[in-house]
């Protein structure tokens, strides 16, 4: 507390000492600053806009019992001020985001705390301080935070301060700037007004002076501001320090900027930062692109004009399946924004996708994307991509929204339970559905647009050189490889979908209207360029019921799967696991077919572990080979065993190598390989613990597994056999990552060393 005053003092005789620094980012116990930022301005904008509360207030007033709750009509705007009630029980006493803390102690307790002003200004001193001295206003501004207005509502609830005696001659004049600053076409008046002001030694005069001119959209030399996106940053920081000063003197306090018409000239800056933001996101631009069938250019060049701003259209009339150049097309576009925006702020951007799934063009639908533009541009630092639902060309009503899961070697588009999650943004959160995907036809903020775009680079240049035959190829070599495949235009959107996981970008689709188009995901296809890139072996686009996963494989023999298991930490390619678990179901069953009564299988050495850990159909997958001994109760000779079934095996996909009594089953292709010792005769009955494993029939007797746990201790999950090392992920964020047994040594990780659920597995 000490220190705190201290500081305060420093701060009164440094009035031009550079502020600390907005840090509102991210989650602290629980507070989502962003999310509180946000609802902040729409709660505060609702209650002071419709100018219900401050009645209700002041008629409650003389009770002294300020309890806004019983009198809202709005049910909503009552929940999100309960909300911030309970928010400011568990806010974290000293917080990165002070500015966060501030604004919504001050909001609560001025609406709820039912204390007397003197008390109340007393208590939460500190907070007041904070927004005056302790926050930079620009800064705040810039980044949405309501400060002005909680300031206004404070005052309006108060009812002002009386002015400093040394500003008291110029009262009249100060209410005349106050009255200017709200008429229309004052502005010449405002400048003459203004400019007396500023010459007072009065400070409250001059942040007055200071704050009507920003207010009226000029700048620091008083000439009409150029295009911006907020008001004149150094009249602000001017309006900012003069009132640091008047709040400095004398005792003063931060409540001297009560005092009229401080706050209502403030609530006006607020109002023209906001006018001019909009103004400036409309003027932004917006780049239209479209690879498709249809011969919509006309179309789209009019929704284009009917936007403020520049609008570029990127347009292709081509086929969309593949083969079609308009996955490359959709490529060269990117990179022609991604120039454009070099050097630009690009902050008012967007970009609309338009599917090339679409099936026809009405003008409704041009209606709906402009208003699906100018819904994405208004929440723009909320919303990252926006879509519509979707109408398929049999005029059937298809939901888009899909949980994309990207883990372990599979991508599964999965339906929502109940259709999509919430918006946490109160805001957001009646008219706006939130999910993984949206329609194809979709708007991106133009950044966030890009910065999909320079992952998507990185990403080819790290995952696809680190598949087999690829080490150490350059950039060149990586293109020329995904280079000769022709994707599907859908791929792109498919590609979007998961770069935008990836970066936490949720999609949010917006309830009204619709997009005219046939579901992307129905012509996606598991491209090797899209199985390099995000390292996918197994891919579900569509529900379950509507057929099986497409596959395609990375890993030409189990060896190299095995080998990129142990550099990286990762589970076992799908592909080689499928593999294994094929060939033990195939050849085991052959074993056990040919004399069901006298012919056992025993899994030996780790395969024995598959008993505790991966079920009955399964192996676990970080292993990338079964050993298990064949057994028969009458005599076996090997070799001619073998060759009076080499035909048969053949059939199957499979032959062997012989290797004394122990035989190695292989894949026609060499894929996968298992190790088995054939053996007989022996007391099979003796083999009385029965199991499955990957489906098969397996036995085992009390002794050896007693012995296999005494050996493995397999309670403890490591993987690469002989080295023994506890399962960890080396190759951070990795779709595949092992769970984390060892917690840079310091023991099992917040995962329990255990995968949240089976999705790990080839089938689920
Ligand atoms: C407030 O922030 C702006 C923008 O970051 C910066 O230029 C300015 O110097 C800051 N003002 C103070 C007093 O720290
Ligand atoms: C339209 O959607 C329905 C339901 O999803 C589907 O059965 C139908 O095949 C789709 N039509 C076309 C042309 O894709």
Known sequence: MVLWRAWQVLWLW??????????????????????????????????????????DLHASKDSKGRDPAVSYGDVQLQRHLERFQKLVLVLPERSQCALGRHCLRVLVSVLYSGLGWDLWFQRYEDDLWGLVHGTNWTEALAAGWPIFEVLALVADLYGGEQLPADCRPIESELGRLAALVGAKDATDEITSVAGSLLRQPCPLARAAAFAALAAVGRNERNQPLPPAPGVDVGLLAQTQAAARLAAGRRGAGPKAIFAPPMPSLLLHLDDAQKRLHRAWMKRGRVDIIYCGPLAIEEELQDLCSGIQGLCKLHFHQSDWQSPSPCFAYYRSAGFAIAAAASGASAASWSTLLVSPGTWTWEEYLSQDLRRLLQERNRFAREIAVAGLPTLNRSRIFNWPLRRVRHRYWKLAYEEYATGHETSPFLPLAQFWAVGDTTSGTRVYGTRSFLRLLARLSRRETDYVSALPGMEDAGRAAIEATLATEDEGAANWLVMLDLLGKELGLQAYTYLNGASLEDSYQSAARLSPRLSRTFHIESAQFLPQRQGPPQEHCLFPTSSLASAFTHTHGVVVSWCTRRELRQMFLDVGGWWLNMDPLRHIIVPVSASVL?????????????????????????????????????????????TYILRGDRVVFRTLADTARMDIWLSGPQEVRAYDIRARLCGVRVNFFRDQLAGSVWYYRPGEKIYGNTRGKLLHCQWKGHNACLPDCLRNGLGVGQDGCEFPDRFVHLYT
């Open 14 to 55: 440094l009035p031009g000492i550079a502020l600390r620094p907005l840090d509102c980012e991210g989650e602290e116990e629980g507070v989502r600053w962003e999310v509180l930022r946000s609802d902040l301005s729409h709660a505060l904008s609702e209650v002071l806009h419709n100018g219900a509360l401050s009645r």
């Open 610 to 654: 598959n008993l505790y850990r991966s079920g009955e159909t399964e192996l676990f997958p970080w292993d990338a080979d079964i050993d298990a001994n064949f057994i028969a109760a009458h005599p076996v000779v090997i070799g001619s065993l073998l060759e009076e079934h080499e035909e048969e095996l053949k059939q199957l996909g499979y």
